[in-house]
């Protein structure tokens, strides 16, 4: 530095100036979230003059990495003792801000301007203007600076429309820190239309900020700002919010965006819309600090469930569906509820859906069966997903239960009634001599990597069944149930652990289906006709007919007796033909006959006898 100093001969200055040179070095607050301001050097210079009483400030120079400006201006001294400085002043020539990250290109401005007055006999700085501007920037600020009794800023921020990026880069770092740096490393394109942003940070606000503590009324800052067409990561691993338009508040001690709406794209193309949403961050005080969005979505299901496969949200809940696989329409609310800041791990983010589904298909829910045009109701949370409703399974109507847990294999139910055509023609439940409508629920695995095996149940209360096996019959309106395990797929089909309760009959075994769900054979462990019988059966296709083979300890053989008399009684039989081969030590018949040893051979056709082979049978 150098001055030069020159009094007149009563004593007053006659000329006062001097240029002065600052070497490479930084300037930060005394506060741990401020980030240095680099300076390679700094020159500038002053004179005084005296017929208008002003210190005059020549162009100074600062320069600090890509930070360039020129300024210039004037102090005038107070009109009186105690008065107040004045300083008015502002930019000479286009000026620069630097990057704070290397993506980052400077912050230009074409124009500025600043017009302070400190009075320290009233230990006050008064900010009567602070403007600046330029392509990306328009700023202004006042307030005052006072140190009474300890420091206190009060300001008054205002800004016109600006890129969100200049704004989060002008954001002073040691005000509201973690949501500054969230929305620093978050929030992207877009433009911030006018807002404003007050400080009133007394003496005891100013140390816990130096500490990087929080703030200590809520009321010390408040910053209103509204965003439009801006992108934000709302979650690592996750599709941005793109289109973001939204206004937001930030205080001494929260957050809160509203938002008008949004829309993430999935990594499928798919498009998911939100609206009428909030994220907020309740307390900063904490540490980690609480957060949620909560926002109404609308769009494609298939969105959703691309979103929930992505390796952020899958362990959480998921879909169980390939998102190719499934179409329909989603109306509903999305929620998501996470921790910010140091500390806050994987295990803070939870997620919720409540939401209506319309239109929806899923291919191959059952085998190679889909589901079609449902309405459901959808709920996704920490512990799974699950929805219920009515569509369209196998050509008939149907009610849809799923469940999916997070950490497990899920599983569909589906109840619906199918009748004879719907049968025939999906080869689903075509068992010989069953006629008339049966109530079918369908369970089976969601999610497992294994081929689902889908378990059945039906209710044959309506059906009406006669010649599975002769001597048995059910009329339709008795009580009746047939439970049974599939693997569904487009090759030939077997119904096991079958078991059939109904008619004062039981049966238990596996039957055989051809791939056009025609009858191929049955074997039966178990059957009971009667309470008294031991035996099993094997039920297989001969030509036209049917081939039945019972082995038994014990048989009553009056059911079968009633069905062979009341079929050679009936001359229109036509061409069905059935084999009988009957093999037990104990068959009992009417008024308490007793047959041991039987081994009896029958063949019948059209109605007829046409051959019986008996190897002797005792009576008794």
């Known amino acids: 530095?150098?001055?030069?100093?020159?009094?007149?001969?009563?004593?007053?200055?006659?000329?006062?100036?001097?240029?002065?040179?600052?070497?490479?070095?930084?300037?930060?607050?005394?506060?741990?979230?401020?980030?240095?301001?680099?300076?390679?050097?700094?020159?500038?210079?002053?004179?005084?003059?005296?017929?208008?009483?002003?210190?005059?400030?020549?162009?100074?120079?600062?320069?600090?990495?890509?930070?360039?400006?020129?300024?210039?201006?004037?102090?005038?001294?107070?009109?009186?003792?105690?008065?107040?400085?004045?300083?008015?002043?502002?930019?000479?020539?286009?000026?620069?801000?630097?990057?704070?990250?290397?993506?980052?290109?400077?912050i230009e401005f074409s124009r500025g301007k600043l017009i302070v007055t400190l009075t320290p006999a009233a230990k006050r700085l008064r900010i009567d203007a602070f403007e600046v501007g330029g392509p990306e920037v328009d700023l202004r600020i006042d307030g005052d600076i006072t140190w009474l009794e300890g420091a206190r800023v009060k300001l008054g921020i205002a800004t016109g429309r600006m890129p969100t990026r200049a704004v989060m880069r002008l954001w002073p770092a040691f005000v509201a820190p973690a949501v500054r740096e969230w929305l620093f490393t978050r929030l992207r394109g877009g433009a911030f239309e006018k807002g404003r942003i007050d400080l009133d940070l007394d003496a005891q606000a100013l140390r816990a900020m130096r500490a990087d503590k929080s703030l200590p009324t809520d009321e010390a800052l408040a910053v209103d700002f509204s965003v439009n067409d801006a992108q934000l990561e709302f979650l690592a691993g996750v599709p941005p919010l793109r289109g973001l338009t939204a206004t937001g508040r930030v205080t001494g001690h929260g957050t809160a965006l509203q938002v008008a709406r949004a829309h993430v794209e999935t990594r499928s193309g798919?498009?998911?819309?939100?609206?009428?949403?909030?994220?907020?961050?309740s307390d900063?005080?904490?540490?980690?600090?609480?957060?949620?969005?909560?926002?109404?979505?609308?769009?494609?299901?298939?969105?959703?469930?691309?979103?929930?496969?992505?390796?952020?949200?899958?362990?959480?809940?998921?879909?169980?569906?390939d998102p190719a696989?499934?179409?329909?329409?989603?109306e509903g609310r999305f929620g998501l509820t996470m921790l910010l800041g140091k500390g806050a791990g994987p295990d803070s983010?939870?997620?919720?859906?409540?939401?209506?589904?319309?239109?929806?298909?899923?291919?191959?829910?059952?085998?190679?069966?889909?589901?079609?045009?449902?309405?459901?109701?959808?709920?996704?949370?920490?512990?799974?997903?699950?929805?219920?409703?009515?569509?369209?399974?196998?050509?008939?109507?149907?009610?849809?239960?799923?469940?999916?847990?997070?950490?497990?294999?899920?599983?569909?139910?589906?109840?619906?009634?199918?009748?004879?055509?719907?049968?025939?023609?999906?080869?689903?439940?075509?068992?010989?001599?069953?006629?008339?409508?049966?109530?079918?629920?369908?369970?089976?695995?969601?999610?497992?990597?294994?081929?689902?095996?889908?378990?059945?149940?039906?209710?044959?209360?309506?059906?009406?069944?006669?010649?599975?096996?002769?001597g048995?019959?059910?009329?339709?309106?008795?009580?009746?149930?047939?439970?049974?395990?599939?693997?569904?797929?487009?090759?030939?089909?077997?119904?096991?652990?079958?078991?059939?309760?109904?008619?004062?009959?039981?049966?238990?075994?596996?039957?055989?289906?051809?791939?056009?769900?025609?009858?191929?054979?049955?074997?039966?462990?178990?059957?009971?006709?009667?309470?008294?019988?031991?035996?099993?059966v094997d039920v297989s296709r001969a030509g036209v007919g049917l081939k039945v083979v019972v082995r038994g300890a014990n048989i009553d053989a009056r059911p079968f007796i009633k069905s062979l008399l009341a079929e050679g009684d009936n001359s229109s039989g036509g061409g069905r033909e059935l084999?009988?081969?009957?093999?037990?030590?104990?068959?009992t018949g009417y008024t308490r006959q007793i047959a041991s040893s039987v081994d009896l051979d029958l063949t019948q056709r059209g109605g007829a006898l046409r051959c019986i082979l008996d190897e002797g049978p005792e009576l008794h």
């Not at 798919?270 to 907020?280: H, Q």
Request: cysteine-free.
């Open 579 to 587: 084999q009988l081969e009957v093999k037990s030590p104990i068959v």
């Open 472 to 536: 048995f019959s059910k009329p339709a309106g008795r009580a009746g149930k047939l439970s049974f395990a599939l693997v569904p797929g487009d090759g030939p089909l077997t119904l096991t652990d079958l078991a059939f309760d109904g008619g004062g009959a039981t049966a238990r075994g596996v039957v055989e289906l051809g791939a056009d769900g025609s009858f191929r054979e049955a074997k039966f462990s178990q059957v009971k006709l009667s309470p008294s019988d031991d035996m099993r």
């Open 349 to 470: 983010t939870h997620m919720n859906i409540i939401a209506n589904v319309s239109n929806f298909t899923a291919q191959k829910l059952i085998g190679k069966e889909a589901l079609e045009n449902a309405n459901l109701t959808v709920a996704v949370d920490p512990s799974g997903v699950s929805a219920a409703g009515q569509g369209r399974v196998f050509g008939a109507a149907a009610q849809i239960e799923m469940r999916k847990p997070a950490d497990r294999v899920g599983e569909a139910s589906i109840s619906l009634t199918l009748d004879d055509a719907l049968r025939a023609k999906h080869g689903f439940g075509a068992i010989p001599g069953l006629s008339g409508p049966v109530g079918v629920k369908l369970t089976s695995p969601l999610g497992g990597k294994d081929k689902p095996k889908a378990q059945v149940e039906m209710d044959l209360t309506r059906a009406g069944i006669d010649g599975v096996v002769p």
């Open 284 to 321: 900063t005080r904490k540490k980690p600090a609480p957060a949620a969005l909560d926002t109404r979505i609308g769009g494609n299901i298939d969105a959703v469930a691309d979103l929930l496969n992505t390796p952020a949200l899958k362990p959480y809940a998921t879909i169980p569906f």
């Open 1 to 106: 530095a150098a001055f030069d100093l020159a009094l007149k001969p009563d004593g007053l200055v006659d000329v006062a100036g001097g240029r002065f040179t600052f070497g490479s070095g930084y300037l930060r607050l005394d506060d741990p979230d401020h980030e240095p301001l680099m300076i390679d050097r700094i020159d500038g210079g002053f004179f005084w003059d005296a017929e208008a009483r002003r210190i005059r400030i020549q162009k100074t120079e600062f320069a600090g990495a890509d930070t360039k400006f020129a300024f210039a201006g004037e102090f005038a001294p107070p009109a009186e003792p105690g008065g107040g400085w004045r300083f008015e002043g502002g930019l000479v020539d286009k000026a620069s801000y630097g990057r704070e990250r290397r993506s980052d290109a400077p």
């Open 325 to 330: 696989t499934i179409k329909g329409q989603i």
């Open 270 to 281: 798919a498009r998911l819309n939100m609206a009428d949403g909030k994220f907020s961050v």
